[in-house]
């Protein structure tokens, strides 16, 4: 089991910066693929950004790509997703997740997540 506490979340105004954070616990990350998520609402979750656990490869979807960089600490086991230039359309409830999937872009694919942190950008 891997238990997944998302913080960091919050008010911003649009052009402004926020850091996520994503805290694991209960096991190992070795093997897994940490990724992103958000949902606004109405709307389907949608992958935002991944990052394997052991190389740190990275993974962005194209309408984050350049403005938000995913990163990982190992020694705090902790993922980090910042993101910068925020517009109003970024506005959703972010989920962290953790997945030993190949498919790393399919929500599907993860087997634990968060409880989610809300991201509002105002115009």
């Known amino acids: 089991q891997v238990q997944l506490v998302e913080s960091g979340g919050g008010l911003v105004q649009a052009g402004g910066s926020l850091r996520l954070s994503c805290a694991a616990s209960?096991?190992?990350?070795?093997?897994?693929?940490m990724g992103w998520f958000r949902q606004a609402p109405g709307k389907e979750r949608e992958f935002v950004a991944a990052i394997t656990w052991s190389g740190g490869s990275t993974y962005y979807a194209d309408s984050v790509k350049g403005r938000f960089t995913i990163s990982r600490d190992k020694a705090k086991n902790t993922v980090y997703l910042q993101m910068s230039s925020l517009k109003p359309e970024d506005t959703a409830v972010y989920y962290c997740?953790?997945?030993?999937?190949?498919?790393?872009?399919?929500?599907?694919?993860?087997?634990?997540w968060g409880q989610g942190t809300q991201v509002t950008v105002s115009s």
């Open positions: 997740a953790a997945s030993m999937s190949s498919s790393r872009y399919v929500s599907l694919a993860y087997d634990y």
């Open positions: 209960g096991r190992t990350l070795s093997g897994y693929t």
